[in-house]
């Protein structure tokens, strides 16, 4: 990519592939003797962290898709069946689904950089336009891989973007049903989603080679701006630049790590835990976090059709960047007031993301509005404004000499940046206030679980008395469908053998058939099988329920988990954050009252609870005291019992959850020492250089 190759192999072997297949040497030439700018800051290494996780995406990707099975029916079981059944399967999801966060954080680092220091200038054109074209297609390809789970918010968020589109004048409908593949979204639309979103990544690997293509013809840009002028600019990319990326990575590696084992469900929608239902919409429709400030635009504009012309064209214009910023000065490390407002810009970027996640209501939509006007103010106002007026600092005449160079300016930029943030979060605080008020409301206490923090586990004997409530309690009603009787007897479980679990199942009576002669029967359970649901099907769970349907209680502690999402990540990072569920569901089993305050009308058939959402709940009080004997001496009180319920509900939501908490520890052992050995082997590489 970067021309001819003076590469010449000393093995036979070697050297007969490469007089008919020169590919070492176009390997050679671009990732070896490459001239790299000596003075790459980290935010470099970010193209690296893209490329990694490109890889790691399609190669988990591919092997969850042997798994998966895209049908409407089945997409949400077969997704749990993976994360439960296959071996390492909950590891394989989990990278994948975090995988696609870490992926938009690194993408989003490297266009931030790309655009303080003026990647997008003549005369890289062409390779800024290819990474607008990335970023479109994974905007593509992640919003069709969360379709698939087939959740409660994977469904309702493919029918309220698919349905933007019916805003396009004349064709809008014609195109909402060609994307559906009927007149809603159903089946259909899971398959091509499902064929699509294999489809994309390759196409993405494809636009990528372009990307480092156009990159090694046209050079890499570099902090200072400037081009190289002498071999002393320049480094060769191995081993330099690639011991400082190995380095980058290992560092991303740790932060990616935490997200896999010890929060993989944090950056998901938990009423993706709920299967699909077309009949009951969540009270607010979120896509991912990667896309809020998009939706934020769209929601800030009354008119539909506005409303989706501004978000993607607010993708749309970063494409024209290389004529809209005319300034000759590339890097805003230079440019006074164009590295002022790039963090304000910034601070507007962050601020839609937490509009995006928010209620479409009150003092938000001012907000959004404000904001969705200061952003699309840079793109067409303020920066060809600034290329005209500004007056840059003297840019250095080498790259040698930028590295000589003391930087300065670094005050001015932190007080603008304080300054940004200062308003920003008195804008967001203000929102926050107005929310908390219109919500109202007690917030369910938290409880200490044995299971809580990176090395948590199970208490047995807790998860036995659960089990216990379950079968004598919540068993008349729920289900655990999920859960089959020999999880009983595996690891990380509530510690029975096998003998246990296969006498624990004979006591079910499980539904099999049909026999030799054409009809079903009921046989004694075996250990392979399922707990079975009490109730034949969901119309007759709501005629025994008074029209209430009982949800399974596989994954109820994952789908009623709260109060996640940013600016909550920071506090939760090092926190408890995955109790919130369990912490609800305990409140909630505790939550009843007698009568009903003063003032609130109980609807009819419903019972008042005051954690419940709407405090009016079909459900009557399950659990009194002394309802359920324990052998073990612990107490007999609804406290107790929720206590218990709660943790065995946990334990049914991931069984592999103390497995994952224990490989956890081993990987970060391995990246941190791996972390420090690439750390003095940079260094030692780049005092040579120096």
Not at 483 to 499: T, W
Not at 641 to 668: I, N, S
Request: proline content about 8%; some cysteine.
């Amino acid at each position: 990519m970067s021309g001819p190759s003076d590469f010449q192999p000393t093995n036979p072997a070697l050297k007969w592939i490469e007089r008919r297949l020169p590919i070492m040497g176009l390997m050679h030439s671009s990732f070896v003797a490459y001239p790299t700018p000596r003075n790459l800051n980290y935010f470099w290494t970010f193209g690296a962290i893209l490329s990694m996780m490109l890889g790691v995406q399609i190669l988990t990707g591919v092997i969850l898709a042997m798994h998966y099975t895209p049908h409407a029916d089945l997409a949400f079981k077969s997704v749990e069946l993976i994360v439960r059944d296959v071996n390492y399967g909950w590891l394989l999801r989990n990278i994948h689904a975090c995988g696609a966060s870490m992926f938009f954080f690194a993408v989003y680092i490297h266009m931030f950089r790309g655009l303080y220091y003026g990647s997008y200038k003549e005369p890289r054109e062409v390779l800024w336009i290819l990474g607008v074209i990335i970023y479109l297609l994974m905007m593509a390809t992640g919003f069709m891989g969360y379709v698939l789970p087939w959740g409660q918010m994977s469904f309702w968020g493919a029918t309220v973007i698919t349905n933007l589109f019916s805003a396009v004048p004349y064709f809008g409908e014609s195109i909402v049903t060609l994307l559906w593949g009927g007149y809603s979204v159903g089946n259909p639309t899971l398959n091509r989603f499902f064929s699509l979103h294999f489809l994309l990544p390759f196409v993405i690997a494809g636009v990528v080679v372009l990307h480092v293509w156009a990159l090694h013809v046209a050079g890499q840009n570099n902090p200072a701006g400037v081009e190289p002028k002498t071999a002393k600019d320049t480094v060769p990319f191995t081993p330099y630049a690639t011991m400082k990326d190995a380095f980058g990575v290992s560092c991303f590696l740790l932060f990616f790590a935490w997200f896999i084992f010890y929060m993989p469900n944090y950056l998901g929608d938990p009423e993706n835990y709920i299967p699909a239902n077309p009949a009951v919409t969540p009270a607010h429709i979120v896509p991912e976090w990667y896309y809020l400030p998009f939706y934020a635009i769209l929601r800030s504009i009354p008119n539909k059709l506005a409303g989706v012309v501004a978000m993607f064209g607010a993708i749309v214009v970063l494409a024209f960047l290389p004529w809209l910023d005319s300034a000759k000065t590339r890097s805003s490390k230079y440019r006074p007031l164009a590295k002022q407002f790039f963090w304000m810009f910034v601070v507007v970027c962050i601020g839609l993301g937490y509009l995006g996640a928010q209620p479409p209501e009150g003092i938000y939509v001012i907000v959004g509005r404000i904001l969705t006007f200061l952003y699309f103010a840079y793109f067409l106002i303020l920066l060809p404004v600034l290329s005209r007026i500004e007056k840059p600092r003297p840019v250095p005449n080498s790259i040698a000499d930028d590295v000589l160079a003391k930087s300065g300016g670094k005050a001015a930029t932190m007080v603008s940046s304080v300054i940004a943030l200062m308003v920003a979060g008195g804008l967001l605080l203000g929102g926050a206030e107005s929310a908390r008020a219109a919500e109202g409301g007690p917030k369910p206490p938290g409880e200490k679980w044995s299971f809580a923090g990176p090395f948590g586990k199970f208490d047995r004997g807790a998860l036995q008395r659960g089990l216990k409530v379950y079968k004598e309690v919540c068993a008349s009603c729920h289900g655990l469908s999920f859960v089959a009787f020999r999880n009983l007897a595996e690891p990380g479980g509530p510690g029975y053998s096998v003998a246990q679990a296969a006498a624990f199942a004979s006591e079910y009576k499980v539904k099999d058939g049909p026999n030799d002669a054409g009809d079903m029967f009921e046989r004694p359970g075996r250990p392979a099988d399922y707990f079975p649901s009490p109730f034949p099907n969901e119309q007759a769970a709501r005629a025994a329920n008074g029209g209430a349907y009982p949800p399974d209680l596989s994954l109820i502690n994952k789908a009623r988990s709260y109060g996640r999402g940013f600016p909550m990540f920071l506090i939760d990072f090092f926190t408890q954050y995955q109790e919130q569920g369990p912490d609800y569901v305990a409140a909630l089993l505790q939550g009843y009252e007698d009568n009903a305050p003063a003032g609130f009308t109980l609807p009819e058939g419903s019972y008042y609870n005051k954690y419940f959402p709407g405090h009016a709940i079909k459900m009557p009080k399950p659990l009194s005291d002394g309802q359920v004997t324990y052998d073990d001496g612990s107490p007999a009180t609804v406290a107790q019992y929720a206590k218990d319920v709660t943790t065995f509900l946990m334990w049914t939501a991931e069984p592999h959850m103390e497995a994952r908490k224990a490989l956890g520890l081993q990987v970060f052992v391995f990246l941190i020492l791996l972390t420090i050995l690439l750390y003095f082997t940079k260094k030692k590489v780049w005092a040579n250089a120096h």
